[in-house]
């Protein structure tokens, strides 16, 4: 529905719903402060306007709970997932690897990578917040001060440079995009 490509999988097929579409079939829409729920075959994609930033900082924030080990939870890059040689791959992206939260950030020099001291799939809910002030980022769990990570990006460059929109609990090619980091 909605005009929506599907394609055939090997348990049925997949539509992937333009935004502001969700639903099997792209039926529903998705209204934002709704609790969403994926099961490792769908995501959500908003405009790049929706995120309030300006090149040298971010802040997002949301809440999970999942018992999954490994997944992409929040992404924003450059919209080529292949560029040339000696081009930069500036993205900002924050999932789970064994369970931990990691929050990964490139602005052109060279990735920052931060990772929670604790496991977030436990089944709990969990409040996930990740800031970024130039190459200075900052990742806390819970709200709890014992729980901050932080960490700088390589070399010199401050801005956060990306023309693609906001991906929330996935991209359509995870390997690609996040370079088989997810």
Avoid at 74 to 82: D, H, L, T
């Amino acid at each position: 529905q909605n005009n929506a490509p599907c394609s055939i999988t090997e348990t049925g097929y997949r539509c992937d719903c333009h935004l502001g579409y969700r639903g099997v079939h792209c039926e529903g829409t998705t209204p934002l402060g709704e609790k969403l729920s994926f099961d490792g075959e769908g995501f959500l994609e908003f405009d790049k306007s929706f995120l309030g930033q300006t090149q040298d900082k971010q802040t997002v924030k949301f809440s999970i709970r999942t018992t999954q080990r490994d997944g992409l939870m929040f992404y924003q890059g450059q919209s080529s997932p292949v560029l040339g040689s000696g081009q930069s791959k500036d993205y900002v992206s924050v999932g789970l690897k064994d369970g931990y939260v990691e929050y990964s950030y490139d602005l052109g020099s060279g990735p920052a990578v931060l990772r929670s001291l604790q496991r977030v799939n436990d089944g709990y809910g969990h409040v996930i917040e990740v800031t970024r002030l130039g190459r200075q980022g900052t990742l806390k769990i819970d709200n709890k001060a014992d729980t901050v990570v932080e960490g700088t990006s390589q070399g010199i460059l401050q801005m956060l440079n990306v023309g693609s929109n906001l991906f929330i609990g996935g991209v359509s090619s995870v390997e690609t995009i996040t370079s088989k980091r997810y």
